[in-house]
């Protein structure tokens, strides 16, 4: 079974600066799509970012990138010029291609934003 | 358009009664999940339904819970005398296909459901 580690339980970071937050996983597949999902205090998950494990390319979203490391099997995210609307609990999540396809979540990074 | 809505937002009940909550998912999406974030638990998988096929409950923790889907698109998970720890919020999401493709979910707002 696969299986998502957040290290980080709380992260705080300056408006307008750069905070990245890190996500393992450990899967025997060769093809899966990784997810990097916001949940705010109004409960609604949203998607920041998603990466297909067969490109090398890391994924990028405005002020936000990933830098996936598929041999690692590490999958990180990086907010850029962070503002006061990014705070929310953080949660990478892994998906397979088989089976159900249900989202493998790791344990959540809340992340608060200075001013 | 319009996104996953669930109801109710909040549901407050009494140990050993039965629970109904209502996941309609986005219009077109044909496969559909249920989630259970909980304090102890995080976030895990319940069940997940895929156009007209046998649906996959492999994440239900207890034979009280049970959910279906009716005509393709809104489903409802019931909760057989509930228990304190059901006590979770439960998201639904829906995706636009459930084959590889690994199409995103989009999520529901959730339930909050609290047993006293």
């Known amino acids: 079974a696969q299986t998502v580690t957040q290290s980080q339980p709380e992260m705080s970071v300056q408006e307008a600066e750069t905070v990245t937050l890190s996500c393992t996983y450990d899967t025997s597949e060769s093809d899966y799509y990784l997810f990097w999902y916001k949940q705010p205090p109004s409960r609604q998950m949203i998607l920041v970012i998603r990466?297909?494990?067969?490109?090398?390319q890391n994924a990028t979203e405005n002020r936000f990138s990933v830098n996936f490391q598929k041999a690692a099997k590490s999958f990180s995210l990086k907010i850029s010029d962070s503002q006061l609307g990014d705070a929310a609990m953080y949660f990478c999540a892994y998906r397979s291609l088989q089976g159900a396809q249900k989202l493998v979540f790791g344990q959540g990074t809340r992340l608060t934003i200075n001013p | 358009g319009a996104g996953v809505s669930q109801s109710p937002s909040n549901k407050v009940t009494e140990k050993g009664k039965d629970v109904e909550l209502r996941c309609d998912p986005i219009s077109g999406h044909t496969a559909l999940y249920w989630y259970r974030q909980s304090l102890g638990q995080g976030l895990e998988f319940l069940i997940y339904?895929?156009?007209?096929?046998?649906?996959?409950k492999s994440g239900l923790p207890s034979d009280r819970f049970s959910a279906e889907r009716t005509g393709g698109s809104v489903s409802t998970l019931t909760i057989q005398r509930t228990q304190q720890e059901d006590s979770a919020v439960y998201l639904c999401a829906s995706s636009a296909l459930g084959n590889s493709g690994a199409e995103t979910q989009y999520f529901g707002p959730g339930t909050r459901l609290l047993v006293l």
């Open positions: 339904f895929q156009g007209n096929s046998a649906p996959d």
């Open positions: 990466q297909e494990a067969y490109k090398q």
